[in-house]
Nanobody, 130 residues
Framework: QVQLVQSGGGSVQAGGSLRLACAASGVTSGSYCVAWFRQAPGKEREGVATISRNGDRAYVADSAKGRFTISQDSAENTVYLQMNSLKVEDTARYYC???????????????????????WGQGTQVTVSS
């Protein structure tokens, strides 16, 4: 099973930037796709971004579109979430999740359904202050 270790996050003022990283190990199938989720206290978990197994398709939720970018470094088995122009409402605990092996999704990005993923990172807190 794939193990995910997250890094990054922290506290920043509104308008600032942060980058989260999700490093995968134990990838034996050679393919995995990744999603970033977040959950704020009292709110439902939200799928923020997903990226396909070869990085050619990515999805970003409307709430983050134009501000967040998901990318991957295949050589390092690491997926990044670059978050710019952060807002107070982006405050949440962020989790990366992976599905390995990842099925071939023709013409579609990986979904934001939590049940699709079989490995989860430990979570990292992002706090945006006004």
């Amino acid at each position: 099973q794939v193990q995910l270790v997250q890094s990054g996050g922290g506290s920043v003022q509104a308008g600032g930037s942060l980058r989260l990283a999700c490093a995968a190990s134990g990838v034996t199938s050679g393919s995995y796709c990744v999603a970033w989720f977040r959950q704020a206290p009292g709110k439902e978990r939200e799928g923020v971004a997903t990226i396909s197994r070869n990085g050619d398709r990515a999805y970003v939720a409307d709430s983050a579109k134009g501000r967040f970018t998901i990318s991957q470094d295949s050589a390092e088995n690491t997926v990044y979430l670059q978050m710019n122009s952060l807002k107070v409402e982006d405050t949440a605990r962020y989790y990366c999740a992976a599905r390995s092996p990842c099925p071939l999704l023709i013409g579609a990005e990986p979904p934001t359904s939590a049940g699709f993923y079989n490995s989860w990172g430990q979570g990292t807190q992002v706090t945006v202050s006004s």
